[in-house]
Structures are given as structure tokens and as C-alpha cells.
């Protein structure tokens, strides 16, 4: 027995069911990038409220692959989250998606679909990657060969860019309203980024569309937040066996879950405010404050983590230099970077996200959060060491989370086995790191050469390179377990 609409009233008493009759729903919003995350925040936000206003059901598009479409389809488009921790796992079927697309198998039916005046919100969660620009400027690569593939054929787009402003530029034709662009990925200032970056794409289709966008497209900032690993075979079974039917693509999640929205939307939104998510004015201080505080932290356990052998984040947590170098990295080096929040608990946010990293039930993998360093490690590390230096600040802790990233994508481990280094630069990365050799300088000159990384200020800093020498140098020296207690030792004294 399949999880589907027809086997909905099967599951046991102790799943939730959606309220809403799934068959009714009518696509308000299109999300584009239907992966976990998005299944397990922004769409179970959105079928929680389906009941009282059916018109926001969710066209889910996968911009490549077809893999979750497959699965989830002969499942009418429900699937399974399992909120697991310590004590156990809160499960719901959820039921928002009135369909799911492959982008490239119909790009003429996704850009009809995106022109439906009944589609009010295009939201998405594609990946840093997916915003198609150079993450130290926020600056459009109009060199990226998709990009010059959707700028020569707004037909066909394969990018984020492409089809979003494809759907715009179909609706200014038919004259109808645009919809709001909701951005719901980890880059600070999502929504204004993903703002700047279309209007350069559209001023380089059309002008006079750029205009129109710039005049009249809402793109509201949002701050998202849930950890969501990968799905795997241990929680297809997990899950099947707790719903008592097969279920090919559940979500196994953790319990917390946080939306902070800017409230700015031409035509309309689902009421989120009455189901947990939070409208404020300006998101900025959230997000650089989740950027900062989790994803730096998150990025600097996964690299330290994947090197000392630890497979997952709660793993990494249980080597003592790891839980004390966070802790010790979001109340010393990164807090006093951060705007006052007024009303916020700082401490008590803090405090959960080491208990979040310490989910004993969340497999989260190092390596899957190492993944596309080069997108992440700007907005996550280098802002905040950016304005340590600029306070005259210390920086050890930081630095060694990127020299972590260095170490990482010299592609080989302490045992001297093979990392599988993912990152859309993979390639230039290793001739870098295998040219440089295992010499902490030589790597170091190299790397924080990659321009899109790091900027043209970082690579010319002596104390910014001074301390990511260090570190990187004990890193390979003494290995990362010495390479912390070191840094801490001396951090401390
Ligand atoms: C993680 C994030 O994979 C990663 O890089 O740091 O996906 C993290 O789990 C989420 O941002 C939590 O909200």
C-alpha cells in the first residue's frame, strides 16, 4: 500500500492528516525548486492553512530534475514530514502541491502556468548557486553559460532568472498583474538580491520590461529557517513503517521551525500570520542574525567535523573542541557583530541552536552541509570577519572555519582517503589546491585568489591572512582535533 488520496484514510490515528479536501485546491502560489526544504517549511506553513482558503495550493517546478516528481506524483503529491528528536517523531501527511513540473521537459507549459492570474506569489528556494551571481558582489554572471543560454532564448529558460523573468515578461503581454517574487534562500537581503539580480537580467532582455518589473514586482525579504537533511533510505523505511503504507519521498526534519517575511505583497498572500509566521518590516536583522549565527556556525562544524571523521552534525557536536569552538564562535567572535533586535532573546536563540545541533535524531551529514562552499562561505563567515577587522577584533575562531573550508577542498582527508568535494568551482578549486600542495601559505595566496569568494579587500588584509595561515597551517600539521584545542587554548588566554 502507497501513501495517495485514496489511501489517506488508512494512515494511523497518530498522523496528522490534512483538514483541507486536497482535490479542491487551486494553484495560487508556484514554488519553484521543490526540494525538502521547501516541503518541510514554506509548504506545511501553506497546508496548514488550505482548509480555510483553498486558493493557495502550491505548483511545485524542479528546475532539473525529475527524480522528486516521479516519486511524489503516483502519491497524488503528498508526502510524509516526520518532525523527529530525542523523544521521539510528530508526523503529518502534507497536501499543499495542486501538481509538480520539471521545468525543462515543458518550459513553454511552466511559463503559461506562471501567466495564470490565479498564481499570485512565485516563490523559491533553489539554492545559493541558483541566483546565477557572484556571491562576494551580488553582481548577475552574465558570463554563466545558462544565462547566456536564457538571454539569447527566454523560451527554453533554464535558470531561476530566466524563468521568473520568462513569467513576468509573459504577463506584461497579456496584461496581467505580476506576481510577488518571494525569496526564500540563505542570502542576506534574499529578496532585494533576487530583486537587483532580475532587474539586470531583464534590462539586458528588454529595457523597457526591466522598468516595468522595477515599477510594479513586489520582492518582500525573507528569513527561513529549518534544518532539513536529505532524505534517506533509513527514513523511507522509518517512515513507512510508523504510516503502516510506502511513502517514496518523506521529509525527516527537526521540530523547530521559524518563516520571517517582509509584509509586501501586490496581490495578496495566504494568512501565514496565523499559523506561526512572523510579518515584519525589515527583515535584515533576522537574517543576518540566522546567517551568522547558525549557517556560520553550520558551515564551520561540517568542514572541522567531515575532518576529525564525524559524519553528522550531532556527531561533530560530541567532539568537545567543536561544541566549545561554536559556542564560544556565536557568543565571543560572531553576537558582537549583530544588530540589537529589540524584544529578542539573543541568548535563549543561541542557547536552542546548540541544542538543535545536538538532535540526536536528525542524521544530518557534515558533508551535505560542506557542499558548494564557495556559494555559502561569504554570506556565513567572511561579512562577519569583515566587520571584526573593521572594529580592530580578533578573528582566530572565524579563520578557523575557513581554513576548515581550505583544508576540506584540498579533496583528500586526514586519513588520506578522497573527499568528494561538491561546488559549482570543484573543478578550478582542485587545480588550485593541487598546484599549491599541502604548504598553508601557497594554499592560502591561492584560494582567497577566487575573486568571487573573497572579495578584492580580503586577499590584500595581512591579519586577515595571518590568521587563516595559522589555522590552515595547524590544520594540516596537527590535524583538526589539535587544530581547535590550539585555537581555543590560545583564543582564551
Ligand atoms: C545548512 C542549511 O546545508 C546547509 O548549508 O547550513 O541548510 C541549514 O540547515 C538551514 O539553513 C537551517 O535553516
Redesign the pocket.
Known amino acids: 500500500m502507497r501513501l495517495s488520496l485514496a489511501t489517506l484514510d488508512r494512515l494511523p490515528a497518530d498522523v496528522a492528516h490534512p483538514a483541507h479536501d486536497p482535490r479542491r485546491l487551486a494553484t495560487g502560489i508556484v514554488h519553484l525548486g521543490w526540494g525538502a526544504?521547501h516541503r518541510a517549511?514554506q509548504a506545511v506553513y501553506t497546508d496548514a492553512l488550505l482548509a480555510k482558503d483553498p486558493s493557495w495550493g502550491i505548483l511545485g517546478v524542479s528546475l532539473r530534475n525529475p527524480d522528486v516528481r516521479d516519486a511524489v506524483t503516483p502519491q497524488d503529491g503528498l508526502y510524509t514530514v516526520s518532525a523527529v528528536d530525542g523523544s521521539g517523531a510528530a508526523r503529518r501527511v502534507v497536501a499543499a502541491s495542486t501538481g509538480l513540473l520539471v521545468a525543462p521537459e515543458d518550459p513553454a507549459g511552466l511559463i503559461a502556468r506562471l501567466a495564470d492570474p490565479g498564481v499570485r506569489i512565485v516563490s523559491t528556494t533553489v539554492t545559493e548557486k541558483g541566483y546565477s551571481h557572484d556571491p562576494a558582489t551580488g553582481a548577475l554572471r552574465e558570463d554563466d553559460p545558462d544565462i547566456r543560454h536564457d538571454l539569447a532564448d527566454l523560451v527554453r529558460p533554464r535558470t531561476t532568472l530566466g524563468v521568473l523573468v520568462a513569467g513576468l515578461k509573459r504577463r506584461r503581454e497579456a496584461g496581467v498583474a505580476p506576481f510577488t517574487v518571494l525569496a526564500c534562500d540563505?542570502l542576506p537581503a534574499n529578496g532585494r538580491t533576487l530583486r537587483g539580480l532580475a532587474l539586470r537580467f531583464a534590462e539586458l532582455v528588454d529595457p523597457g520590461l526591466a522598468r516595468w518589473i522595477e515599477d510594479t514586482v513586489k520582492f518582500p525579504s525573507t528569513m527561513?529557517?529549518?534544518?532539513?537533511?536529505a532524505t534517506t533510505d533509513a527514513d523511507r523505511a522509518a517512515v513507512a513503517a510508523a504510516i503502516g503504507m510506502e511513502d517514496a519521498w518523506p521529509i525527516v526534519t527537526e521540530p523547530f521551525t521559524?518563516w520571517v517575511v517582509e509584509d509586501d505583497f501586490s496581490l495578496g498572500r495566504p494568512a501565514w500570520e496565523t499559523v506561526g509566521v512572523e510579518f515584519v518590516e525589515d527583515v535584515a536583522p533576522y537574517e543576518l542574525m540566522?546567517?551568522r549565527l547558525?549557517?556560520g556556525t553550520?558551515?564551520t562544524l561540517?568542514y572541522l567535523g567531515y575532518l576529525m571523521g564525524r559524519p553528522t552534525v550531532a556527531e561533530a557536536m560530541q567532539e568537545p573542541g567543536i561544541a566549545r569552538l561554536v559556542e564560544e564562535l556565536m557568543f565571543e567572535e560572531i553576537g558582537p557583530t549583530l544588530p540589537p533586535l529589540s524584544g529578542f532573546d539573543l541568548d535563549g536563540y543561541r542557547r536552542s541552536l546548540l541544542a538543535r545541533y545536538r538532535n540526536p535524531a536528525l542524521k544530518?551529514r557534515t558533508w551535505?552541509?560542506?557542499?558548494?562552499g564557495t556559494q555559502?562561505l561569504p554570506q556565513?563567515l567572511l561579512g562577519t570577519i569583515r566587520d571584526r577587522l573593521a572594529a580592530g577584533r580578533p578573528i582566530d575562531r572565524l579563520a578557523l572555519g575557513v581554513a576548515g573550508w581550505m583544508r576540506y577542498v584540498t579533496g583528500v582527508d586526514e586519513t588520506g582517503a578522497a573527499i568528494d568535494v561538491r561546488d559549482p568551482l570543484a573543478e578550478r578549486l582542485r587545480r588550485l589546491t593541487d598546484a599549491a600542495g599541502p604548504v598553508a601559505a601557497r594554499l592560502v595566496s591561492a584560494l582567497t585568489g577566487v575573486g568571487e569568494i573573497f572579495g578584492d579587500d580580503l586577499p590584500v588584509d595581512p591579519r586577515f591572512l595571518g590568521a587563516v595561515e595559522t589555522a590552515l597551517d595547524r590544520l594540516l600539521t596537527l590535524g583538526a582535533r589539535a587544530a581547535v584545542d590550539r585555537t581555543l587554548a590560545e583564543a582564551r588566554s
Open positions: 526544504f517549511h540563505n527561513v529557517d529549518r534544518i532539513v537533511p521559524q540566522k546567517l547558525l549557517n553550520h558551515s561540517a544530518h551535505q552541509i560542506a557542499m558548494d555559502k556565513r
